[in-house]
């Protein structure tokens, strides 16, 4: 009886003609806020504070098809996380799942991004650092984004000098002030976000070393959030967003590959 009427309420909530019908269910629109940070090319905010990006897209897009608010809110990475696990905002986007991460927030599945990249490491050129293994990474000062998760083994070295920043700009202008040896990225980004971050990447480095992998971008909730029938909502559009094929249209504009079928499988 439970689970029938659990399925009522997202039939009420969905259904357009009941909406229309009832004006205290339609003057009730849910209010969703999602943290977005600076990450260029597939999260900007702008000089002047307008918020873009692949989850903003997403999100609209949704809206066709559910009535709800959005409110947009710029942040530094770290502080987005943070607002995301105390309930402060919604949901955030971009988030790489992590069992650390599922104990503080709900991801949705499927990823609407899946880079095939490499984590490389960043080095001043003049430094003339050489890394080309892993363990040429132990005793050296490596600046990363506060709260971000790169590959398990990186995550899980205690041993390693981690330097965490509230963002890109900052582990870069550690980088050149020589607070940091390295700076961690996403290959697939970096260059990218280097010349939006007017970064003078002519006196950077990237080291041999790298780790290949296929990076996963979710959709995350906070656990209160995750519950309410607006969350559930969403989670059902974005779905049949993946399986209709929308969601790869959505995302292609910004150089993302289609959602590869195996992670239609929810």
Same mark, same amino acid.
């Given at each position: 009886?439970?689970?029938? =009427?659990?399925?009522?309420?997202?039939?009420?909530?969905?259904?357009?003609?009941?909406?229309?019908?009832?004006?205290?269910?339609? @003057?009730?629109?849910?209010?969703?806020?999602?943290?977005?940070?600076?990450?260029? $090319?597939?999260?900007?905010?702008? &000089?002047? =504070?307008?918020?873009?990006?692949?989850?903003?897209?997403?999100?609209?897009?949704?809206?066709?098809?559910?009535?709800?608010?959005?409110?947009?809110?710029?942040? $530094?990475?770290?502080?987005?996380?943070?607002?995301?696990?105390?309930?402060?905002?919604?949901?955030?986007? =971009?988030?790489?799942?992590?069992?650390?991460?599922?104990?503080? %927030?709900?991801?949705?599945?499927? *990823?609407?991004?899946?880079? /095939? /990249?490499?984590?490389?490491?960043?080095?001043?050129?003049?430094?003339?650092?050489?890394?080309?293994?892993?363990?040429?990474?132990?005793?050296?000062?490596?600046?990363?984004?506060?709260? @971000?998760?790169?590959?398990?083994?990186?995550?899980?070295?205690?041993?390693?000098? !981690?330097?965490?920043?509230?963002?890109?700009?900052? *582990?870069?202008?550690?980088?050149?002030?020589?607070?940091?040896?390295?700076?961690?990225?996403?290959?697939?980004?970096?260059?990218?976000? %280097?010349?939006?971050?007017?970064?003078?990447?002519?006196?950077?480095?990237? %080291?041999?070393?790298?780790?290949?992998?296929?990076?996963? =971008?979710?959709?995350?909730?906070? !656990?209160?959030?995750?519950?309410?029938?607006? @969350?559930?909502?969403?989670?059902?559009?974005?779905?049949?967003?993946?399986?209709?094929?929308?969601?790869?249209?959505?995302? @292609? &504009?910004?150089?993302? &590959?289609?959602?590869?079928?195996?992670?239609?499988?929810?």
């Amino acid at each position: 009886m439970q689970f029938i =009427g659990y399925i009522l309420i997202i039939f009420f909530f969905l259904s357009p003609s009941l909406k229309a019908a009832d004006p205290y269910v339609r @003057a009730k629109v849910p209010n969703v806020s999602i943290a977005v940070d600076h990450a260029p $090319p597939y999260s900007q905010i702008s &000089p002047d =504070g307008e918020i873009s990006g692949a989850i903003v897209d997403i999100v609209r897009a949704m809206q066709t098809q559910l009535d709800f608010k959005i409110e947009l809110v710029g942040c $530094p990475f770290s502080r987005c996380i943070r607002m995301l696990e105390y309930g402060e905002v919604d949901a955030m986007g =971009g988030l790489i799942l992590t069992p650390e991460r599922q104990q503080k %927030m709900v991801f949705i599945k499927p *990823a609407y991004m899946a880079l /095939s /990249s490499s984590f490389v490491f960043y080095a001043r050129h003049k430094s003339q650092l050489k890394i080309t293994n892993y363990e040429d990474l132990y005793g050296k000062k490596i600046a990363v984004m506060r709260g @971000a998760a790169y590959f398990k083994r990186f995550n899980e070295d205690n041993d390693l000098i !981690k330097v965490p920043v509230p963002s890109e700009q900052t *582990a870069m202008d550690l980088l050149f002030k020589e607070r940091a040896d390295l700076v961690i990225a996403v290959e697939e980004t970096a260059d990218h976000a %280097m010349s939006v971050l007017n970064q003078p990447s002519n006196k950077l480095v990237k %080291m041999d070393y790298r780790y290949k992998d296929t990076i996963f =971008g979710y959709l995350a909730f906070n !656990k209160k959030f995750a519950s309410s029938v607006i @969350a559930q909502a969403l989670t059902l559009q974005m779905q049949q967003m993946a399986k209709s094929g929308q969601l790869s249209q959505l995302v @292609a &504009p910004y150089k993302l &590959p289609p959602i590869p079928p195996e992670v239609l499988d929810f």
